[in-house]
């Protein structure tokens, strides 16, 4: 029964700040107006702490523009994680554009929405991606392409790293920064959290939303570290699978530390 009372309590606060939030970020979404970046962190971090999500950040988001964060993917969590340490826009893949309330606040928050299996619109999609990190916004990359256990780093994979080079080209000085950064979920209601328990928080493709969704609101009480890689310039010349094979092994790296505890 507390449990459900938790559930209800949660959702009810979470509807009162959406809408307190709601009007202001319609207008600025409107007139595109440059409050609508930060809106939605403040949205991101009433959410982080109704849901009990404890965030400890290591080492320093980048300063310099036009920025791309690149991060493993383990659960929907990961967007309220990064979202309330930044004002970030994330790479998501078109279907998620139709999901109940989760579709509604990707949309709120102007997700850019990319059709991988469609290669015609590919450039298209890479220009979009461009055009806003030209135009300041800190954009957020999941490589894998898909959401993990938590314990690993699936395969990245490399074409819409295209937009680093396309976003380079649009840029004084011809270059663009990528981060790689690590998002690991190392504990629950205080004590360390293992490879058994890590699935708790992960949502792989394949498990139902609304029974992980309950799961999650009924736990509560989760530790989360960010880790923060060292900075790759970028420019129109690189080569994009090389930047990928780095960024793959940076991400790897920080992510089994933290798991391991280092």
Same mark, same amino acid.
């Given at each position: 029964?507390?449990?459900?009372?938790?559930?209800?309590?949660?959702? !009810?606060?979470?509807?009162?700040?959406?809408?307190?939030?709601?009007?202001?970020? @319609?207008?600025?979404?409107?007139? $595109? @107006? %440059? /409050?609508?970046?930060?809106?939605?962190?403040?949205?991101?971090?009433?959410?982080?702490?109704?849901?009990?999500? %404890?965030? +400890? =950040?290591?080492?320093?988001? *980048?300063?310099?523009?036009?920025?791309?964060?690149?991060?493993?993917?383990?659960?929907?969590?990961? &967007?309220?994680?990064?979202?309330?340490?930044?004002?970030?826009?994330?790479?998501?893949?078109?279907?998620?554009? $139709?999901?109940?309330?989760?579709?509604?606040?990707?949309?709120?928050?102007?997700?850019?929405?990319? =059709? +991988?299996?469609?290669?015609?619109?590919?450039?298209?999609?890479?220009?979009?991606?461009?055009? +806003?990190?030209?135009?300041?916004?800190?954009?957020?990359?999941?490589?894998?392409?898909?959401?993990?256990?938590?314990?690993?780093?699936?395969?990245?994979?490399?074409?819409?790293?295209?937009?680093?080079?396309?976003?380079?080209?649009? =840029?004084?000085?011809?270059?663009?920064?990528?981060? /790689?950064?690590?998002?690991?979920?190392?504990?629950?209601?205080? #004590?360390? #959290?293992?490879?058994?328990?890590?699935?708790?928080?992960?949502? /792989?493709? $394949? &498990?139902?939303? !609304?029974?992980?969704? !309950?799961?999650?609101?009924?736990?509560?009480?989760? *530790? &989360?570290? =960010?880790?923060?890689?060292?900075?790759? /310039?970028?420019?129109?010349?690189?080569?994009?699978?090389? !930047?990928?094979?780095?960024?793959?092994?940076?991400?790897?790296?920080?992510?089994?530390?933290?798991?391991?505890?280092?």
């Amino acid at each position: 029964m507390i449990a459900w009372l938790r559930i209800v309590l949660v959702l !009810l606060c979470l509807a009162i700040v959406t809408l307190a939030l709601l009007p202001a970020q @319609l207008l600025c979404l409107r007139f $595109d @107006l %440059k /409050p609508r970046r930060r809106i939605p962190r403040l949205w991101h971090r009433a959410a982080c702490a109704l849901l009990g999500l %404890k965030v +400890r =950040v290591h080492g320093a988001l *980048e300063k310099r523009r036009p920025l791309m964060l690149v991060a493993n993917h383990a659960s929907w969590q990961d &967007i309220l994680v990064l979202g309330a340490i930044a004002d970030v826009v994330y790479i998501a893949k078109s279907e998620v554009r $139709d999901w109940p309330v989760f579709g509604l606040l990707a949309r709120l928050q102007a997700s850019i929405f990319v =059709v +991988r299996e469609e290669k015609r619109k590919t450039g298209e999609q890479v220009g979009e991606i461009a055009r +806003r990190m030209a135009d300041g916004e800190i954009v957020v990359l999941f490589p894998e392409g898909t959401t993990s256990d938590g314990n690993r780093l699936l395969e990245v994979k490399t074409s819409l790293f295209g937009a680093a080079s396309t976003a380079a080209t649009q =840029v004084p000085g011809g270059t663009v920064f990528i981060q /790689p950064l690590s998002i690991a979920y190392t504990g629950i209601h205080g #004590m360390a #959290m293992g490879r058994y328990h890590r699935p708790i928080v992960a949502w /792989p493709g $394949d &498990i139902e939303m !609304l029974p992980h969704l !309950l799961g999650i609101l009924k736990e509560g009480a989760f *530790e &989360i570290d =960010v880790d923060f890689g060292e900075m790759i /310039p970028y420019d129109a010349a690189g080569n994009r699978k090389a !930047l990928s094979r780095e960024v793959e092994r940076r991400i790897r790296a920080m992510l089994g530390d933290r798991l391991r505890a280092r």
